[in-house]
Structures are given as C-alpha cells and as structure tokens.
C-alpha cells in the first residue's frame, strides 16, 4: 500500500520580498509564516512524514520552537534551485518508488487540510498524479516590450498552478534527474517532460504564495478568520 509523505523546499533567500530574513521566517501570528504551512501538512492524516529541506547554512531554523508540529523532519540538504532542493529532498527522504509525495511551497501558508485531503482523494488511484490548481477567470493579456497590450490571451482551458503537487517518488526522481533543472519551474513541469500528463484539481484561492509584503497581511487576516 502506497504511503504518502510531504516535501516542502525552503532553501530560498526570498530576496523579492526584501526583508533581513528569508520570507518563510517571517513572523505571522507569533509565528514563522512556514509554521503554519507546516502545520497544515501535518494535520492531514494520510500524510506520514513532513519532510523540510532547508539550506545547510541556514541561519534561522534553530532560533525557533517546531516542536509543536507531529511528524516534522528537517533535512539541511537544500540547492541552488527550487528543483535541486527537490531532488535532494526526495534522496534524504528515501521514499519507496510507489510512495506518494507531496511537494509543497513553504510559502503558501494558506493552504487547508480540505484541499489536500481533496488532492489526495482524487488522485489516489491515478497513474500520474496532479497538482491543485485554478482555472483562469479574469481576460488574459499578452504584454510587449513596452508594457503595452500585443495580444489578448483565450483563457479556455488555462490553469494558475499551484502546491502541493503530487506524483509517485520513483516517477518525480526520474523527471527531475533528467532535467536541466534550471527550467524546471515546478514538478509538474519536470513530469511533463517524461510525455505524461499531470491532472489539474480544483484548488483554493486563499492557496497563495506570499511573495509581496502585502500579502503577509492578507495572509494574517485569513488565518484569523480560521481562527475565529
């Protein structure tokens, strides 16, 4: 029987957000904001093993409390990109190839158990596994060098991807091995590149990624309301 286990890769120095510590060491709540993304993926009960990759010359880990979050093990053992993260990840992790993985942004502290329960339920029995995502609903446009609209983009059928995404161990380490990782944007697209087709599930629209500093209080506000 197929186990399923978490990923998330935290290596990033999140320099876009331009704060004196990585984004996902950002206090939210009393916090860091990937506590909460933690938490989530621990509160699932399929899930056995939360596996975090973070940087070997990490700074900030040790100067908070993670004890508080059930099945959480740390491997300093992050890359220079997403993709390496998540290749050196799925080695310390040293899942068996049926078992199930689940990758997910450290930054997307939002998320719900609801939606990775609804994840895992869809995809338990799929030959390739998928990723939570949104269908497109605002008119998309094609900019040009001057920031002036040069096309306007059909939407039919686009999707704005987002995390977990969920394949096979065995499966996600053989795409990611056979790279270039540098264009690898996300598992799905590494999958892709095998000539499989990863399923797109309906996701959530507070499964943001934080990445500007307003989001930070968006995010605060809608964990409040879970709180409340």
């Known amino acids: ?105 450290a930054a997307r502290c939002c998320l719900s158990v609801a939606a990775v329960e609804r ?27 001057e920031q002036r609209v040069s096309a306007t983009v059909p939407r039919e059928r686009l999707w704005l991807a987002q995390t977990p995404q969920m394949f096979r161990a065995g499966c996600l380490t053989e795409a990611l091995a056979r790279g270039p990782v540098d264009v690898i944007t996300d598992e799905a697209s590494a999958i892709e590149q095998l000539g499989l087709q990863p399923r797109l599930v309906e996701g959530e629209a507070q499964n943001f990624k934080v990445t500007w500093p307003r989001d930070l209080a968006l995010a605060k506000a809608l964990l409040a309301t879970r709180r409340g």
């Open 1 to 105: 029987m197929s186990r399923y286990h978490a990923l998330v890769p935290a290596a990033g120095s999140g320099s876009r957000f331009g704060a004196p510590s990585p984004k996902q060491y950002l206090q939210l709540d009393g916090k860091p904001l990937m506590w909460h993304t933690l938490a989530t993926l621990a509160a699932v009960p399929a899930i056995e093993r939360v596996a975090l990759v973070i940087s070997p010359g990490d700074e900030w880990f040790d100067s908070y409390h993670w004890d508080d979050i059930a099945k959480l093990e740390v491997h300093r053992v992050g890359g220079a990109s997403r993709a390496e993260s998540v290749q050196n990840g799925l080695a310390a992790l040293a899942a068996a190839d049926d078992d199930w993985v689940l990758v997910h942004d």
């Open 119 to 145: 994840l895992i339920a869809t995809l338990a029995d799929d030959p390739v596994g998928g990723l939570l995502a949104l269908p497109v609903a605002d008119t998309v446009k094609r900019a040009n060098a």
